[in-house]
């Protein structure tokens, strides 16, 4: 479990807890039983991941005092199977659907494909509380947000290493740190990196339908 409590407020707090839990019928009532228990306000729950016997939930929270939160972490894990992967807290709920659309809007109404491919990683790399995200061909960073992001061969030999996995290339899997996407026509390949924040099955999926429509749209 990890845990990022940077600017964390002092009274009402915004909170986000990434929970595994057993994928039987009642295991997701408990643990919010569990969470209203403690006066806490789910705000929204987003399916990340499911297979045939976990599903990887994340749980948008309203706590009444910050000092609940390891509390609130061991409520969850009183539930049979249940683990919390990882907890932040954070200035604003994330919103996945709305996120991901307005990203496709600041793609739309950008006027050049090097503007697509700024906006694709400016949108990515907050959408996704990501460390760095890259657009590169070949060797060349065409884009880049964020801090410090490998430089343009580490950044190659990552992508020439996932490309080869059928699993990585449809986002069913891949590196926990690492997410990449390919242009399916001009061959760019987008990748961002988020560290002690794994990239689940649902995440990876987006990305790579924000590269297909970056690819669309920048051959207009």
Do not use: Y
């Amino acid at each position: 479990m990890t845990s990022d409590s940077t600017s964390a407020p002092t009274s009402v707090s915004h909170m986000v807890v990434r929970v595994w839990l057993p994928d039987r019928p009642g295991a997701l009532g408990l643990v919010a039983s569990r969470i209203g228990a403690l006066g806490a306000d789910i705000v929204g729950v987003d399916v990340l991941e499911r297979s045939d016997h976990v599903a990887v939930d994340e749980f948008a929270i309203s706590l009444p005092n910050v000092d609940l939160v390891k509390l609130l972490v061991r409520e969850i894990e009183e539930v049979d199977g249940a683990s919390v992967e990882e907890w932040r807290l954070v200035g604003r709920f994330p919103d996945p659907r709305l996120d991901a659309l307005e990203t496709v809007e600041r793609l739309c109404v950008a006027t050049s494909t090097s503007d697509v491919h700024c906006a694709l990683v400016d949108g990515v790399h907050a959408e996704f509380n990501a460390e760095w995200a890259t657009v590169i061909a070949g060797e060349d960073v065409i884009a880049a947000a964020g801090v410090a992001p490998p430089d343009g061969p580490v950044l190659a030999a990552l992508a020439a290493g996932t490309a080869a996995s059928p699993a990585v290339a449809s986002g069913e899997a891949g590196p926990d740190d690492l997410a990449t996407a390919r242009f399916p026509v001009t061959n760019a390949v987008l990748l961002v990196g988020r560290d002690g924040h794994p990239f689940r099955r649902r995440e990876r999926r987006q990305l790579i339908a924000l590269a297909r429509i970056a690819d669309a749209l920048s051959r207009r």
